[in-house]
């Protein structure tokens, strides 16, 4: 199992390449278009940014850093009382970015060592594999969702409806998955010929 470990482990260090910081005024033209039209809508359905800062300029910043790389998460939460609706939209946001990082490597097609393919999503080794990596990346990737921006609106009955989007780096967001791999391999001992397979689909970024 440690031999398995290490091989993971080497295979994960290549991470995505690094994105420009600079944005180019094809990039500024078309954040710009994407603040303006989704304010426009918030507003029509009935939405209000939280904080100080004027909707159309959190959406701004949010849209650049989009730009520049960080993929957007949404959580959505419907509560009574701020706390509650904010810790709902990131347990919701932590849930669905675990579901989606397994999602993505459980299509995938694995062989083994005769050339065969495994039907991944029926055998009982993968299954107990993408179960246990969904949930230690669920636990993993809370301190790599940075909230951007959060809309609410009153309800009928008493509670508020929020919306809370967060940017992940997903260079940084790799290193937690690599660690839910690992955890997840070790926890459910993932035979050797599968994990370098399963390890290079884990290195691709999250979307």
């Not at 809370?142 to 009928?156: D, I």
């Amino acid at each position: 199992m440690k031999k398995i470990i290490m091989i993971l482990m080497a295979l994960c260090l290549v991470a995505p390449a690094a994105f420009s910081q600079a944005l180019t005024p094809k990039q500024e033209k078309l954040i710009n278009k994407n603040a303006k039209d989704r304010a426009k809508q918030y507003k029509k359905d009935g939405y209000e940014v939280m904080g100080s800062l004027p909707l159309q300029d959190a959406l701004y910043k949010h849209f650049a850093k989009m730009e520049l790389g960080a993929t957007e998460q949404m959580g959505n939460g419907h509560a009574k009382s701020l706390n509650n609706g904010r810790q709902m939209c990131l347990t919701y946001a932590m849930s669905e970015y675990a579901s989606k990082a397994a999602s993505q490597i459980k299509g995938r097609s694995v062989t083994d060592s005769y050339g065969n393919e495994i039907d991944t999503e029926n055998d009982p080794e993968f299954a107990r594999f993408y179960a246990a990596y969904e949930r230690l990346t669920q636990k993993e990737i809370k301190g790599e969702l940075q909230e951007s921006y959060t809309v609410m609106k009153k309800n009928a009955d008493g509670t508020t409806e929020f919306r809370m989007f967060f940017l992940v780096d997903e260079d940084k967001a790799l290193a937690r998955r690599q660690k839910a791999l690992k955890d997840a391999a070790a926890e459910t001992n993932l035979a050797q010929n599968y994990a370098r397979q399963v390890s290079e689909f884990v290195n691709e970024p999250v979307k």
